[in-house]
């Protein structure tokens, strides 16, 4: 089979073998990656129209008790110079955010102690009293099922956990003994069980990461059918076991968007910062690659420079939920324009 009538075979039966995604990911070319572009392009403006859904981002605290290998916020890293945000900053982000347009806050964070279950719930709680017609995300890791269903009744609708890879001992090459991936994909079977519109996700050019393993983590979103899926290039920190390891591929990255869009026609697909960040109109390119979703920074400018996951991370006006106006305009360039609205997911 040519790659294309593989591309063609994935959007009919939203799912390949994994010799065939392994065959696709290891020999596609520019024309093949164009049409599959145009492709994806044509299903997200079919289930989407030229809408992108905004979620203000609201990067709470960079305290975490893990150790990840690869991200700048892991608690060995002594550099990082750490922050965390109280409850009434978190909600002065949504009273800035809501006037903007914003109807999604998305409280990603650190697995910071301090943030516990009550606190989080309590969090949730005060956003969902005083905005009643926004969606709250949560995006602060691996919790046990009771945890994950309190956060839930407090009036949390979504949840964002990237399974990061879906192979186990690539999983093992990325995290320390104390993850796994075993535990990872319970957290996430279980979120979709609780009734969370569930994210997973992983980075492109990852450590370690083969054609293979990509093809497993295709085949592991069409097991869990999500309802969001984030992905975005690795980048190096410095300060973390990876620092010397190379970024991923932008141009790989715009494919699997695109193969991801086939795949699951109305899943919610971020244009990622990381995405943003490796290239000047990554966000842009990302949208014409078949993503949905922007997520600009509504955290204080004073923190916005220590949520520090990898080096470069860029945090200009474009990026901030205050340059939206800007963000408005690069996206009126390429045809599409921001939806003020909830931006749910919604059974195709
Ligand atoms: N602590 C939560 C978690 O791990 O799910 C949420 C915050 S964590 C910083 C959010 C995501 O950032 C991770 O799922 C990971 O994929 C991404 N990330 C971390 N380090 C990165 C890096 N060096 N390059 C690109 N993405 C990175
Ligand atoms: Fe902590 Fe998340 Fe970074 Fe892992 S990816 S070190 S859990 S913030």
């Known amino acids: 089979m040519t790659n294309k009538q593989l591309i063609q075979k994935l959007n009919t039966r939203g799912v390949l073998t994994k010799d065939e995604f392994v065959c696709l990911l290891s020999s596609y070319n520019r024309t093949d990656a164009e049409y599959a572009q145009k492709l994806a392009q044509k299903i997200a403006k079919a289930y989407f129209g ?3 859904f905004i979620r203000g981002l609201i990067e709470f605290t960079n305290i975490c008790r893990q150790n990840c290998y690869y991200c700048g916020l892991r608690a060995e890293n002594s550099k990082a ?4 945000l109280t409850k009434d900053d978190i909600l002065e982000c949504c009273r800035e955010g809501y006037p903007l347009g914003f109807r999604t806050f998305v409280l990603q964070g650190g697995e910071d102690p301090h943030f516990d279950d009550e606190l989080v719930c309590d969090i949730v709680k005060s956003i969902k009293a005083e905005f009643p017609d926004c969606a709250v995300t949560l995006s602060i890791g691996e919790k046990s099922r009771n945890t994950y269903q309190s956060f839930f009744d407090a009036g949390a609708d979504r949840y964002l956990l990237r399974h990061e890879t879906a192979n186990s001992e690539h999983y093992s090459k990325l995290h320390p003994k104390t993850l796994s991936l ?14 969370f519109q569930t994210g997973c996700g992983f980075m ?29 290039p690795f980048l ?9 390891e190379p970024a991923g ?39 014409l690659a078949g993503a949905n979703v922007v997520m600009p920074n509504l955290s204080p400018v004073s ?3 220590k ?14 939920a205050q340059g939206l106006e800007e963000l408005k305009e690069r996206f009126k360039k390429i045809g599409y324009e921001i939806s003020v609205s909830r931006g749910d997911f919604r059974k195709g």
């Open 50 to 52: 030229n809408k992108i």
């Open 81 to 84: 110079s750490r922050y965390r």
């Open 182 to 195: 075993e535990n990872r994909k319970e957290c996430l079977f279980n979120l979709k069980k609780i009734g």
């Open 204 to 232: 492109v050019g990852s450590p370690h990461q083969t054609v293979e393993t990509l093809a497993e983590d295709l085949l592991f979103i069409h097991e869990l059918q999500p309802q969001m899926v984030g992905i975005g």
């Open 236 to 244: 190096p920190h410095k300060d973390t076991p990876f620092g010397r």
């Open 249 to 287: 591929s932008f141009e790989l990255t715009l494919f699997l968007l695109s193969l991801v869009r086939i795949m699951q026609k109305n899943v919610l697909l971020p244009s990622t910062t990381a995405l943003g960040t490796i290239h000047p109109q990554g966000r842009e390119m990302g949208i």
């Open 303 to 305: 923190v916005r420079k």
């Open 307 to 320: 949520y520090m996951l990898y080096d470069g991370k860029i945090s200009s006006d474009s990026e901030s």
